[in-house]
């Protein structure tokens, strides 16, 4: 898991549940993106809530989940 800490203290990572985030103190989560199937069955991941692209089609879920997960770590972190 990556995690950012700014000089102020504020923490950035993709969310995951390894550990309890909240034993850390406040948290305020936001979406980075929304993983769904189109009328196919095909997968895309949209990371318009991050001004990022449309990633897809997938066949699986997981090649989505996988590769919202790469952009991510390669462009917000």
């Known amino acids: 898991m990556q995690v950012i800490i ?3 203290g504020v923490m950035r990572l993709l969310y ?3 550990f309890d985030l909240n034993t ?3 948290t305020n ?4 993106s929304h993983v769904e199937p ?4 095909l997968w895309y991941a949209d990371l318009s809530p991050v001004q990022g ?8 879920r997981s090649e989505a989940l996988t ?3 790469d952009w991510i770590n390669h462009n917000i972190f």
Do not use: M, W
């Open 6 to 8: 700014s000089p102020g």
């Open 16 to 18: 995951s549940e390894v």
């Open 24 to 26: 850390l103190g406040q």
């Open 29 to 32: 989560i936001s979406r980075a």
């Open 38 to 41: 189109d009328h196919r069955g």
């Open 53 to 60: 692209p449309r990633l897809g089609p997938f066949h699986k």
């Open 67 to 69: 590769a919202e997960t």
